[in-house]
Protein backbone atom coordinates (compact mmCIF):
# COMPACT_ATOMS: atom_id res chain seq x y z
CA UNK A 1 0.00 0.00 0.00
CA UNK A 2 1.57 3.55 -1.15
CA UNK A 3 2.06 5.59 1.92
CA UNK A 4 0.96 8.90 2.43
CA UNK A 5 2.18 12.31 4.11
CA UNK A 6 -1.19 13.95 5.00
CA UNK A 7 -0.72 17.53 6.43
CA UNK A 8 -2.63 18.65 9.28
CA UNK A 9 -2.65 22.69 9.77
CA UNK A 10 -3.36 23.93 13.19
CA UNK A 11 -4.70 27.63 13.35
CA UNK A 12 -4.64 29.45 16.82
CA UNK A 13 -7.38 31.56 17.65
CA UNK A 14 -5.29 35.17 19.27
CA UNK A 15 -8.04 35.56 21.65
CA UNK A 16 -8.00 32.18 23.43
CA UNK A 17 -5.45 30.94 25.73
CA UNK A 18 -6.88 27.40 25.73
CA UNK A 19 -8.04 26.03 22.45
CA UNK A 20 -7.58 25.66 18.59
CA UNK A 21 -9.64 27.51 16.65
CA UNK A 22 -9.48 25.63 13.35
CA UNK A 23 -7.53 22.36 12.00
CA UNK A 24 -6.97 22.50 8.56
CA UNK A 25 -6.09 19.16 6.44
CA UNK A 26 -3.77 20.04 3.31
CA UNK A 27 -3.43 17.88 0.51
CA UNK A 28 -1.82 14.45 0.96
CA UNK A 29 1.34 13.87 -0.76
CA UNK A 30 3.27 10.03 -2.00
CA UNK A 31 6.38 9.81 -0.04
CA UNK A 32 9.05 8.32 -2.23
CA UNK A 33 11.95 8.44 0.02
CA UNK A 34 13.29 8.93 3.69
CA UNK A 35 16.43 9.96 4.02
CA UNK A 36 18.91 11.79 1.99
CA UNK A 37 18.57 9.72 -1.08
CA UNK A 38 18.49 12.21 -4.41
CA UNK A 39 16.95 10.39 -6.74
CA UNK A 40 13.32 9.11 -5.78
CA UNK A 41 12.12 6.49 -8.18
CA UNK A 42 14.48 3.22 -8.48
CA UNK A 43 11.38 1.12 -9.45
CA UNK A 44 11.30 3.21 -12.67
CA UNK A 45 12.53 0.85 -15.36
CA UNK A 46 15.11 3.25 -17.44
CA UNK A 47 17.97 1.99 -19.55
CA UNK A 48 21.66 2.82 -18.96
CA UNK A 49 22.02 1.62 -22.51
CA UNK A 50 20.65 1.24 -25.99
CA UNK A 51 22.14 -0.96 -28.54
CA UNK A 52 20.31 0.51 -31.80
CA UNK A 53 18.97 3.84 -32.50
CA UNK A 54 19.07 4.41 -36.23
CA UNK A 55 15.79 5.92 -37.45
CA UNK A 56 14.12 5.43 -34.23
CA UNK A 57 11.88 8.24 -33.19
CA UNK A 58 12.93 9.63 -29.34
CA UNK A 59 10.43 12.00 -26.88
CA UNK A 60 12.77 14.41 -24.78
CA UNK A 61 11.46 14.99 -21.31
CA UNK A 62 12.43 18.27 -19.81
CA UNK A 63 15.79 18.73 -17.25
CA UNK A 64 18.32 16.79 -19.92
CA UNK A 65 21.69 17.54 -19.80
CA UNK A 66 21.31 16.71 -23.35
CA UNK A 67 21.67 19.54 -25.22
CA UNK A 68 19.69 20.47 -28.78
CA UNK A 69 23.01 20.63 -30.40
CA UNK A 70 24.42 17.69 -29.32
CA UNK A 71 21.27 16.65 -30.55
CA UNK A 72 21.96 17.34 -34.25
CA UNK A 73 24.91 15.03 -34.44
CA UNK A 74 22.73 12.50 -33.80
CA UNK A 75 20.16 13.02 -36.40
CA UNK A 76 23.07 13.44 -39.02
CA UNK A 77 24.68 10.04 -37.60
CA UNK A 78 21.66 7.94 -36.87
CA UNK A 79 18.78 9.92 -38.57
CA UNK A 80 17.15 9.56 -35.25
CA UNK A 81 14.03 12.17 -35.31
CA UNK A 82 12.58 14.33 -32.49
CA UNK A 83 8.46 13.75 -31.87
CA UNK A 84 6.09 15.77 -29.82
CA UNK A 85 4.14 12.92 -29.57
CA UNK A 86 4.78 10.45 -26.32
CA UNK A 87 3.11 7.99 -27.64
CA UNK A 88 4.62 7.81 -30.90
CA UNK A 89 8.56 7.75 -29.43
CA UNK A 90 10.23 4.46 -29.87
CA UNK A 91 12.12 6.12 -26.83
CA UNK A 92 11.89 9.12 -24.22
CA UNK A 93 14.45 10.48 -22.92
CA UNK A 94 14.64 11.51 -19.54
CA UNK A 95 18.06 12.60 -16.53
CA UNK A 96 17.79 12.03 -13.21
CA UNK A 97 17.76 15.89 -12.38
CA UNK A 98 13.69 15.33 -14.57
CA UNK A 99 13.07 12.75 -11.89
CA UNK A 100 13.88 14.07 -9.29
CA UNK A 101 11.97 17.36 -10.28
CA UNK A 102 9.04 15.05 -10.18
CA UNK A 103 9.52 15.12 -6.30
CA UNK A 104 10.12 17.73 -3.17
CA UNK A 105 11.95 17.58 0.06
CA UNK A 106 10.52 18.26 3.11
CA UNK A 107 12.08 18.91 6.50
CA UNK A 108 8.83 18.27 8.34
CA UNK A 109 8.23 15.87 11.08
CA UNK A 110 6.32 13.30 10.27
CA UNK A 111 4.69 11.03 12.77
CA UNK A 112 2.36 8.13 13.01
CA UNK A 113 -1.06 8.03 13.05
CA UNK A 114 -1.20 5.84 15.93
CA UNK A 115 1.27 8.52 18.41
CA UNK A 116 -1.24 11.42 16.84
CA UNK A 117 -4.45 10.12 17.81
CA UNK A 118 -2.39 8.83 21.17
CA UNK A 119 -1.17 12.09 22.15
CA UNK A 120 -4.49 14.20 20.89
CA UNK A 121 -6.50 12.42 23.56
CA UNK A 122 -3.80 12.85 26.91
CA UNK A 123 -4.24 16.13 25.50
CA UNK A 124 -8.13 17.10 24.49
CA UNK A 125 -8.26 19.91 26.81
CA UNK A 126 -5.99 21.83 24.68
CA UNK A 127 -8.82 21.86 21.76
CA UNK A 128 -12.24 23.01 21.52
CA UNK A 129 -14.85 21.04 21.44
CA UNK A 130 -15.33 21.02 17.74
CA UNK A 131 -11.88 21.63 16.61
CA UNK A 132 -11.53 18.62 19.00
CA UNK A 133 -13.86 16.48 16.45
CA UNK A 134 -12.16 18.19 13.02
CA UNK A 135 -9.36 16.67 14.31
CA UNK A 136 -11.02 13.15 15.46
CA UNK A 137 -12.77 13.25 11.90
CA UNK A 138 -9.73 13.96 9.78
CA UNK A 139 -7.92 10.88 11.79
CA UNK A 140 -10.50 8.87 10.64
CA UNK A 141 -10.01 9.11 7.53
CA UNK A 142 -6.24 8.52 7.21
CA UNK A 143 -4.94 5.01 6.71
CA UNK A 144 -3.16 3.69 9.61
CA UNK A 145 -0.48 3.24 7.60
CA UNK A 146 0.26 6.72 6.84
CA UNK A 147 2.04 9.55 8.34
CA UNK A 148 1.34 12.92 8.78
CA UNK A 149 2.36 15.92 9.66
CA UNK A 150 1.30 18.74 12.17
CA UNK A 151 1.96 22.30 11.16
CA UNK A 152 1.21 25.09 13.70
CA UNK A 153 2.41 28.98 13.43
CA UNK A 154 2.53 30.12 16.73
CA UNK A 155 5.49 28.12 18.50
CA UNK A 156 4.50 29.63 22.44
CA UNK A 157 0.51 28.09 23.28
CA UNK A 158 -1.12 25.77 24.58
CA UNK A 159 -0.39 23.43 21.97
CA UNK A 160 3.47 23.06 23.57
CA UNK A 161 2.94 19.73 25.45
CA UNK A 162 1.00 17.96 22.74
CA UNK A 163 3.91 18.91 20.23
CA UNK A 164 6.37 18.14 22.83
CA UNK A 165 5.01 14.94 23.56
CA UNK A 166 4.62 14.34 19.41
CA UNK A 167 8.24 15.14 18.87
CA UNK A 168 9.71 12.78 20.82
CA UNK A 169 7.39 9.77 18.70
CA UNK A 170 8.94 11.54 15.43
CA UNK A 171 9.07 8.92 12.94
CA UNK A 172 10.91 10.96 10.61
CA UNK A 173 12.08 14.23 9.26
CA UNK A 174 13.43 14.33 6.15
CA UNK A 175 11.95 13.00 3.22
CA UNK A 176 11.02 13.04 -0.88
CA UNK A 177 7.12 12.96 -1.60
CA UNK A 178 5.02 13.45 -4.86
CA UNK A 179 2.52 16.35 -4.78
CA UNK A 180 -0.63 15.60 -6.08
CA UNK A 181 0.04 17.98 -9.30
CA UNK A 182 3.01 15.80 -10.16
CA UNK A 183 1.59 12.40 -9.79
CA UNK A 184 -0.26 11.52 -13.02
CA UNK A 185 3.55 12.80 -14.76
CA UNK A 186 5.18 9.94 -12.14
CA UNK A 187 2.30 7.60 -12.84
CA UNK A 188 2.94 7.97 -17.07
CA UNK A 189 7.38 6.97 -16.43
CA UNK A 190 6.46 4.21 -14.00
CA UNK A 191 4.16 2.43 -16.82
CA UNK A 192 6.56 3.24 -19.67
CA UNK A 193 8.83 0.53 -20.78
CA UNK A 194 11.08 2.58 -23.20
CA UNK A 195 12.71 5.30 -21.01
CA UNK A 196 15.92 5.71 -21.38
CA UNK A 197 18.53 8.17 -19.41
CA UNK A 198 20.47 11.32 -21.22
CA UNK A 199 23.53 9.75 -20.19
CA UNK A 200 23.55 6.87 -22.26
CA UNK A 201 22.93 9.36 -25.35
CA UNK A 202 26.04 11.10 -23.73
CA UNK A 203 27.95 7.91 -24.33
CA UNK A 204 27.22 7.59 -28.15
CA UNK A 205 27.84 10.92 -28.63
CA UNK A 206 31.40 10.92 -26.33
CA UNK A 207 32.25 7.58 -28.42
CA UNK A 208 35.86 9.11 -30.67
CA UNK A 209 36.46 11.93 -28.43
CA UNK A 210 39.39 12.62 -27.12
CA UNK A 211 40.23 11.57 -23.58
CA UNK A 212 42.06 13.81 -21.01
CA UNK A 213 45.45 12.48 -19.58
CA UNK A 214 46.87 13.13 -16.67
CA UNK A 215 49.75 15.08 -18.44
CA UNK A 216 46.92 17.49 -19.95
CA UNK A 217 45.11 18.04 -16.55
CA UNK A 218 48.11 19.07 -15.04
CA UNK A 219 48.85 21.31 -18.28
CA UNK A 220 45.41 22.70 -18.00
CA UNK A 221 45.82 23.63 -14.51
CA UNK A 222 49.39 25.59 -15.02
CA UNK A 223 47.30 27.43 -18.14
CA UNK A 224 44.19 28.38 -16.03
CA UNK A 225 46.52 29.51 -13.22
CA UNK A 226 48.78 31.83 -15.76
CA UNK A 227 45.58 33.95 -15.71
CA UNK A 228 46.30 34.63 -19.62
CA UNK A 229 43.01 35.39 -21.43
CA UNK A 230 44.13 33.25 -24.55
CA UNK A 231 45.07 30.53 -22.35
CA UNK A 232 41.88 30.02 -20.33
CA UNK A 233 39.66 29.73 -23.40
CA UNK A 234 41.83 26.97 -25.00
CA UNK A 235 41.64 25.36 -21.60
CA UNK A 236 37.87 25.87 -21.64
CA UNK A 237 37.73 24.53 -25.47
CA UNK A 238 39.67 21.65 -24.48
CA UNK A 239 37.34 20.38 -22.07
CA UNK A 240 34.41 20.80 -23.73
CA UNK A 241 35.77 18.83 -26.59
CA UNK A 242 36.64 15.56 -24.49
CA UNK A 243 34.95 12.74 -23.66
CA UNK A 244 33.73 13.68 -20.78
CA UNK A 245 32.76 10.26 -19.37
CA UNK A 246 35.98 8.58 -20.07
CA UNK A 247 37.73 12.04 -18.82
CA UNK A 248 35.21 13.15 -15.39
CA UNK A 249 37.59 13.65 -12.55
CA UNK A 250 39.73 15.84 -14.50
CA UNK A 251 37.69 17.68 -16.15
CA UNK A 252 34.79 18.05 -12.90
CA UNK A 253 38.11 19.36 -10.85
CA UNK A 254 39.06 21.84 -13.48
CA UNK A 255 36.06 23.10 -13.43
CA UNK A 256 35.02 23.06 -9.79
CA UNK A 257 38.54 24.21 -8.60
CA UNK A 258 38.83 26.18 -11.25
CA UNK A 259 35.69 27.75 -11.31
CA UNK A 260 36.74 31.14 -10.77
CA UNK A 261 39.34 32.22 -12.93
CA UNK A 262 37.27 29.97 -15.91
CA UNK A 263 34.15 31.88 -16.01
CA UNK A 264 35.88 35.06 -17.41
CA UNK A 265 37.46 33.13 -19.91
CA UNK A 266 35.98 35.32 -22.98
CA UNK A 267 34.07 31.77 -24.33
CA UNK A 268 32.54 31.25 -20.88
CA UNK A 269 28.79 31.53 -23.26
CA UNK A 270 29.30 29.77 -26.41
CA UNK A 271 27.50 26.29 -27.22
CA UNK A 272 30.25 23.61 -26.55
CA UNK A 273 30.96 25.67 -23.00
CA UNK A 274 27.65 26.18 -22.11
CA UNK A 275 26.88 22.06 -23.26
CA UNK A 276 30.12 21.35 -20.94
CA UNK A 277 28.27 23.60 -17.94
CA UNK A 278 25.05 21.91 -18.08
CA UNK A 279 26.24 18.45 -17.91
CA UNK A 280 28.70 19.89 -14.66
CA UNK A 281 26.18 21.74 -12.70
CA UNK A 282 26.16 20.16 -10.09
CA UNK A 283 30.18 20.92 -9.64
CA UNK A 284 29.43 24.64 -9.61
CA UNK A 285 30.87 25.58 -6.22
CA UNK A 286 29.18 28.07 -3.48
CA UNK A 287 30.97 28.03 -0.80
CA UNK A 288 34.21 29.06 1.32
CA UNK A 289 37.13 27.11 -0.06
CA UNK A 290 39.07 27.04 3.68
CA UNK A 291 36.19 25.03 4.59
CA UNK A 292 36.30 21.37 4.77
CA UNK A 293 32.56 20.93 3.37
CA UNK A 294 34.01 22.81 0.16
CA UNK A 295 36.04 19.18 -0.76
CA UNK A 296 33.34 16.94 1.18
CA UNK A 297 30.65 17.96 -1.37
CA UNK A 298 32.95 17.84 -4.22
CA UNK A 299 33.41 13.97 -3.84
CA UNK A 300 30.15 13.38 -2.63
CA UNK A 301 28.91 14.38 -6.15
CA UNK A 302 31.45 12.62 -7.70
CA UNK A 303 29.92 9.20 -5.94
CA UNK A 304 26.72 10.42 -6.75
CA UNK A 305 27.63 10.48 -10.23
CA UNK A 306 28.96 6.94 -10.16
CA UNK A 307 32.55 9.20 -10.90
CA UNK A 308 34.72 8.55 -7.70
CA UNK A 309 38.48 7.91 -8.36
CA UNK A 310 41.48 7.43 -6.72
CA UNK A 311 43.18 10.47 -8.46
CA UNK A 312 40.50 12.44 -7.31
CA UNK A 313 40.29 11.70 -3.67
CA UNK A 314 44.10 12.07 -3.31
CA UNK A 315 44.16 15.34 -5.32
CA UNK A 316 40.95 16.62 -3.27
CA UNK A 317 42.53 15.33 0.26
CA UNK A 318 45.74 17.11 -0.80
CA UNK A 319 43.54 20.52 -1.58
CA UNK A 320 41.98 20.25 1.74
CA UNK A 321 45.19 19.55 3.61
CA UNK A 322 46.82 22.54 2.21
CA UNK A 323 43.81 24.97 2.47
CA UNK A 324 41.80 23.85 5.43
CA UNK A 325 44.40 22.04 7.63
CA UNK A 326 47.38 23.69 7.52
CA UNK A 327 46.11 26.85 7.20
CA UNK A 328 43.93 26.56 9.95
CA UNK A 329 46.96 25.14 12.42
CA UNK A 330 49.03 28.15 10.68
CA UNK A 331 51.46 25.11 9.65
CA UNK A 332 54.87 25.87 9.52
CA UNK A 333 58.12 23.60 9.13
CA UNK A 334 58.83 25.84 13.01
CA UNK A 335 55.07 24.30 14.28
CA UNK A 336 55.90 22.03 16.96
CA UNK A 337 52.64 20.01 15.57
CA UNK A 338 53.67 17.81 12.85
CA UNK A 339 50.74 16.36 10.71
CA UNK A 340 50.91 14.07 7.61
CA UNK A 341 49.28 14.10 4.42
CA UNK A 342 49.16 10.99 4.41
CA UNK A 343 46.67 11.36 7.56
CA UNK A 344 43.47 11.75 5.23
CA UNK A 345 42.13 8.88 4.65
CA UNK A 346 39.29 7.53 2.49
CA UNK A 347 36.24 6.78 4.78
CA UNK A 348 35.94 2.82 4.38
CA UNK A 349 32.06 3.33 3.71
CA UNK A 350 33.66 4.93 0.40
CA UNK A 351 35.74 2.37 -0.88
CA UNK A 352 33.29 0.35 -2.84
CA UNK A 353 31.97 3.63 -4.46
CA UNK A 354 35.79 3.97 -6.27
CA UNK A 355 35.82 3.39 -9.73
CA UNK A 356 38.22 0.05 -9.94
CA UNK A 357 39.47 0.82 -13.96
CA UNK A 358 41.23 3.85 -12.05
CA UNK A 359 43.29 2.56 -9.29
CA UNK A 360 46.78 3.04 -9.08
CA UNK A 361 47.74 3.92 -5.79
CA UNK A 362 50.44 6.66 -6.67
CA UNK A 363 51.89 8.45 -3.26
CA UNK A 364 49.95 11.97 -2.25
CA UNK A 365 52.21 15.04 -3.29
CA UNK A 366 53.11 17.68 -0.99
CA UNK A 367 53.51 20.56 -2.84
CA UNK A 368 51.48 23.63 -2.09
CA UNK A 369 48.50 24.24 -3.93
CA UNK A 370 46.65 27.31 -4.60
CA UNK A 371 43.20 28.44 -6.29
Same mark, same amino acid.
Given at each position: ???????????? !??????????????? =?????????????? =?????? !????????????????????????????? %????????????????? *? =??????????????????????????????????? $?????????? $???????????????????????????????????????????????????????????????? *????????????????? %?????????????????????????? =????????????? !???????????????????????????????????????????????????????????????????????????????? $???????????????? %????????????????
Amino acid at each position: MTKLAHNIKITI !DPKSTLYINTVILEQ =SHIIVKAGYEDVPF =SILNVK !DKVDNIKDKLFYRHPNLSLPRQKMELLKE %KFNIKITRDIKKADYQI *I =SQNYVKSLSNHSWNNLYSKEDVVKYLEINKATFNN $DAYLDFCNIL $DNINDEDYISIIQRHHYNSLNLFMDQLRNSVKFNNYRYISPANQPLVDQLINSTNLIYDDALNN *IIYEGLHVMTKEEYENC %KKMIKSNDPSNLSLTLELMANCNLNE =SFDFISMLFYYMN !DKLKIASNWNNINVKTLRSSLSDFVPYNNTSAGFFYDRYLKMLIKNNQLTEFAFKETARYAFHNVVKKTMNLTDESVFKI $DINALQINPDYIDALN %KNKLFMTPAREEFVSF
